[in-house]
């Protein structure tokens, strides 16, 4: 475990896959749970996931039923970004790129084909190249882009796959229209958590296997971020980023000690 000195942390901020759960629908880490009571002990703690393939209602469940969730309000998704975000601007109408187990979840958005925004919602390994024209042509005639997430790639069992994040190049790529992004890295996202917690952003911590979209964007941020070595990390992950991680942790395990919640 890197050493560290401990952070001033308002509330918790922690990463699902890879950091509580061996996959999106895996087993709890070892120590997940015992750690989970222990910072619930001394902090305000929050479930910050980028997982947009499970609906918020099937993930609240799963992760009660595996001890890592005690309440479904501290629980944050991206979903809950682009439902209070999209409408406030009149752009919760247009062209979605959702999966059909995804679509419940979104039908406060209307599909139109000349409607002001574009959202991707998934990493369409079941679409073709074909299937995403009418997205690329709407964003060439102006729609507003935006995407739940921009994660590179995430681990499904032993193998390493693409995530949103590879979708919205190709589209902004072709089209020259950057996505906002909804889920973290986004300052929408933290926002959230913040005022759910009455906590200001810079007394926030993020934990997190994802060295450039959970950690290092929240220290750019103003956050504390601490990079575990589970999940997607590779080794030397944390010298490929920056701003560099407050601290690299082995596991969950060693995360309330960092915090002094041990």
């Not at 699902?16 to 009571?37: C, F, I, K």
């Not at 190709?170 to 913040?194: C, H, N, Q």
């Not at 810079?202 to 450039?212: L, R, S, T």
């Not at 220290?219 to 690299?248: F, N, Q, S």
């Amino acid at each position: 475990m890197a050493e560290a000195a401990r952070p001033r942390a308002g509330v918790v901020c922690l990463d699902v896959d890879g950091t509580l759960t061996d996959g999106v629908r895996g087993p709890a880490l070892p120590g997940a749970v015992s750690a989970l009571r222990a910072l619930r002990a001394r902090l305000p703690v929050r479930l910050v996931t980028n997982t947009t393939s499970v609906p918020f209602r099937a993930l609240a469940e799963y992760l009660a039923g595996l001890g890592l969730l005690d309440s479904n309000d501290a629980l944050f998704t991206p979903h809950a970004v682009a439902r209070r975000l999209l409408p406030s601007r009149g752009h919760d109408a247009g062209i979605l790129i959702a999966d059909p187990g995804q679509r419940e979840e979104l039908a406060w958005f209307r599909e139109d084909p000349a409607g002001p925004a574009v959202l991707l919602a998934t990493e369409a390994h079941a679409w073709t190249v074909d299937a995403l024209q009418p997205a690329f042509r709407r964003l060439l005639d102006g729609a507003t882009f935006y995407s739940m997430t921009r994660n590179r790639y995430f681990r499904r069992g032993d193998a390493m796959v693409t995530d949103v994040g590879a979708v919205a190049a190709l589209l902004a790529y072709a089209s020259g229209r950057e996505p906002e992004t909804l889920g973290k890295p986004s300052r929408a996202m933290f926002e959230a958590v913040a005022r759910d917690a009455g906590s200001a952003i810079e007394e926030m911590a993020m934990v997190g296997d994802d060295a450039e979209f959970d950690v290092s964007a929240a220290v750019a941020l103003g956050m504390r971020g601490a990079l575990l070595r589970t999940g997607k990390y590779r080794e030397g992950d944390e010298a490929r980023v920056t701003p560099p991680p407050t601290a690299v942790l082995d596991s969950i395990r060693d995360v309330p000690a960092w915090l002094g919640a041990a």
